[in-house]
């Protein structure tokens, strides 16, 4: 499974945006898909995770209530919609996944190669 991570760019504060990531190479419908983000000299962060299935999602705390993951399995991608953006939030972020439930932690099989999002005042 390949993994296109997309839809990063410069927002202001308050602002949203929505990422992508396609899967090409095999359907990526049996697995779960996590998004985490990482600013310079700080560890990946664990911020969003979706079911296979899409039936559960699990967030970070930094973000909860305002971003929201979903699927489009027809599509085959996840998104990650992004709203009520802080600066704390920049970030290059990265969607994973893994053939067995989300995990908060690094333990995913397939990486994709990350967008950067960078929220201005």
């Known amino acids: 499974v390949q993994l296109q991570a997309s839809g990063g760019g410069l927002v202001q504060a308050g602002g949203s945006l929505r990422l992508s990531c396609a899967a090409s190479?095999?359907?990526?419908?049996?697995?779960?898909v996590a998004w985490f983000r990482q600013d310079p000299g700080k560890e990946r962060e664990f911020v969003a995770g979706?079911?296979?299935?899409?039936?559960?999602?699990y967030y970070g705390d930094s973000v909860k209530g305002r971003f929201t993951t979903s699927r489009d399995k027809a599509k085959n991608t996840v998104y990650l919609e992004m709203n009520s953006l802080k600066l704390e939030d920049t970030a290059v972020y990265y969607c994973?996944?893994?053939?067995?439930?989300?995990?908060?932690?690094?333990?995913?099989?397939?990486w994709g190669q990350g967008t950067q999002v960078t929220v201005s005042s």
């Open positions: 994973a996944a893994r053939k067995w439930g989300v995990s908060t932690g690094y333990d995913y099989e397939y």
């Open positions: 190479g095999r359907t990526f419908s049996n697995y779960a």
């Open positions: 979706i079911t296979w299935n899409g039936g559960t999602t």
